[in-house]
């Protein structure tokens, strides 16, 4: 019961120490709303925030999500780039298709965010996610193999999220 306490006591403060660097104010009705919004919060997120084992601690997923957040990026240009050139000279090609994406993740939060983590990079569209399969539509599918459509689309975002998730 202790453990409990100390996890949403932590919980809370970190919650609230976020929403002090937000509003910039010490004003008494602010940190009072800061408070009360941040045990509300706590209340429904400290399990998850603050998980027990070690290898999962929030501070190795905060900067597991830190080295996600440049990939994502940079492979949202990338793709961008490539909707692009498609778009400007249309003699390039398209083959667009629905592939089975089979994601080693395990948490329905990691699954979601992988799914949009795909359907955020242009030309890739989750569909639907089925037990540990995505479907994605994607605009040019370059292989039937699927480890090969794994590898285009998924892997580089999947094994970033293990560590978040």
Known sequence: MLHKIRRFVFTTSIIFLFWLAYTTSLQKSELIT?????IVIALFTYESFTRVSPENNIVKRFFSFLKYLPIFIFEMIKANVDVAKRVINPSLPINPGIV???????????????????????GT?????????????????????????K??????????????F
Do not use: C, R
């Not at 089979?102 to 939060?109: C, G, M, R, V, Y």
């Not at 699954?111 to 359907?119: C, E, G, R």
């Open 34 to 38: 800061g408070l009360i919004v941040s």
């Open 100 to 122: 089975a994406i089979k994601t080693d993740l395990k948490s329905d939060q990691a699954k979601m965010f992988l799914a949009n983590s795909i359907t955020l990079t242009p």
């Open 125 to 149: 569209l989750t569909i639907d996610v089925i037990d540990d399969t995505l479907y994605v539509h994607w605009i040019d599918v370059e292989s039937k193999e699927p480890q090969i459509q």
């Open 151 to 164: 590898n285009k689309i998924a892997t580089k975002f999947e094994n970033l999220l293990k560590g978040v």
